[in-house]
């Protein structure tokens, strides 16, 4: 059961982009299975577990060490390059479509506040941060970001689009920007319709009372029902991390799992 949280598909992407090891010390325990330490990572990210309730027989780790695996990853960068990489491969199996991208976030409760988490007005003014994600055409998460709960979403547009991995297509070519882009009315502006237009991406935004969201609805809902699929990571449904880039860590490798479901359908 545990081999099945990290199966080989995944592993084998993953074990080129981590750091090395640091030297040996003489004396102290070995250090710890990196496989072991990310099958546990992704053990947390799914369940929700505290940290020190993972069941280190099961894993041969105790949730400590776990965390320190995930800090050192996160720092070195492994996940984002995890992520462009498997945009890559699904690029090049004419999987990622670019011909229109949509736009959204979602709020979660930072339950130990920490950097980057604030106010939330949907939720009594409680301590929240909040998930912003950009999806292709079918779905599939190009980039996200984490800000504040009392952050507006039309902040992190162009930041979102100016993240977004050059992705190789079937001819060869990288390709990086949307023809087309989706939002709700949080992003309708005159601003950001200019921004948009001058990175050639026709903005395809509501506008307060002109056009009705079931219209634009029927190629928006591909980004609610991405970050409902990330809903479905318990770690990401409530922050528990008080460091911000270890919660964005999560947030990234959670959208990884999905790159690698889209090139692995039977992967969990």
């Not at 099945?4 to 640091?22: I, K, M």
């Not at 939002?183 to 005159?190: E, L, M, N, Q």
């Amino acid at each position: 059961m545990v081999r099945e949280l990290v199966p080989d598909a995944l592993w084998q992407r993953v074990a080129p982009l981590l750091p090395p090891p640091r030297p040996k010390k003489k004396m102290g325990r070995p250090r710890a299975d990196d496989r072991a330490a990310l099958e546990a990572i992704v053990f947390v990210l799914k369940s929700g577990i505290p940290w020190e309730m993972l069941p280190r027989k099961q894993f041969g780790l105790c949730g400590m060490t776990a965390w320190r695996h995930l800090e050192e990853w996160t720092r070195a960068g492994v996940w984002e390059e995890l992520q462009a990489r498997l945009l890559d491969e699904l690029g090049l199996r004419g999987k990622v479509d670019l011909s229109r991208a949509s736009i959204d976030s979602t709020s979660v409760r930072a339950s130990k506040r920490g950097p980057f988490s604030g106010p939330n007005p949907t939720d009594r003014a409680k301590a929240g941060s909040k998930h912003h994600l950009l999806v292709d055409a079918q779905g599939l998460p190009l980039t996200e970001s984490l800000t504040a709960a009392n952050v507006h979403d039309s902040h992190e547009l162009f930041p979102l689009l100016d993240s977004v991995p050059p992705v190789r297509m079937p001819s060869g070519q990288r390709q990086r920007r949307p023809r087309k882009l989706h939002g709700d009315k949080a992003y309708a502006s005159k601003k950001n319709r200019r921004g948009l237009w001058l990175r050639g991406i026709a903005p395809r935004i509501a506008r307060p009372g002109v056009e009705s969201k079931e219209r634009l609805g029927r190629f928006r809902w591909v980004v609610e029902r991405t970050l409902a699929w990330k809903n479905q990571l318990r770690r990401l449904r409530v922050r528990d991390e008080r460091r911000d880039d270890v919660h964005f860590g999560f947030l990234v490798l959670g959208c990884c799992l999905m790159l690698l479901r889209r090139l692995y359908p039977d992967f969990g």
